[in-house]
Nanobody
Framework: QVQLVESGGGLVMAGGSLRLSCAAS????????LAWFRQAPGKEREFVAS????????VYSDPVKGRFIISRDNAKNTVYLEMNSVKPEDTAVYYC?????????????????WGQGTQVTVSS
């Protein structure tokens, strides 16, 4: 089993920045891609960003492209999401996810493990 624990959420003003972290532990696969998803109240969970095992390939959803940056540190089994120029519509619970296999993807069904989520609230 793999455990994912997110941290770094909170309240931020529009236009500001926030950095989320997610630490993986347990029986992690030999190589695995990581991603961030989010879910706002009354909405479905949506893809935000994904990073490959090597960190060399990333995928972003259109709403966050150019504002958010996903990265990982395999020595620490940690993935980060740097959120810049945040908007009120970025308000959501942010979830970290891991999938077996090295390839980054935005397809939610590919992900095998999920964290409990961290709340991000952007005030206008």
């Amino acid at each position: 089993q793999v455990q994912l624990v997110e941290s770094g959420g909170g309240l931020v003003m529009a236009g500001g920045s926030l950095r989320l972290s997610c630490a993986a532990s347990g029986h992690t696969p030999s190589n695995y891609a990581l991603a961030w998803f989010r879910q706002a109240p009354g909405k479905e969970r949506e893809f935000v960003a994904s990073v490959s095992w090597s960190g060399g390939a990333t995928v972003y959803s259109d709403p966050v492209k150019g504002r958010f940056i996903i990265s990982r540190d395999n020595a620490k089994n940690t993935v980060y999401l740097e959120m810049n120029s945040v908007k009120p519509e970025d308000t959501a619970v942010y979830y970290c996810a891991a999938k077996r296999g090295a390839t980054a993807t935005g397809w939610v069904l590919k992900y095998d493990y999920w964290g409990q989520g961290t709340q991000v609230t952007v005030s206008s």
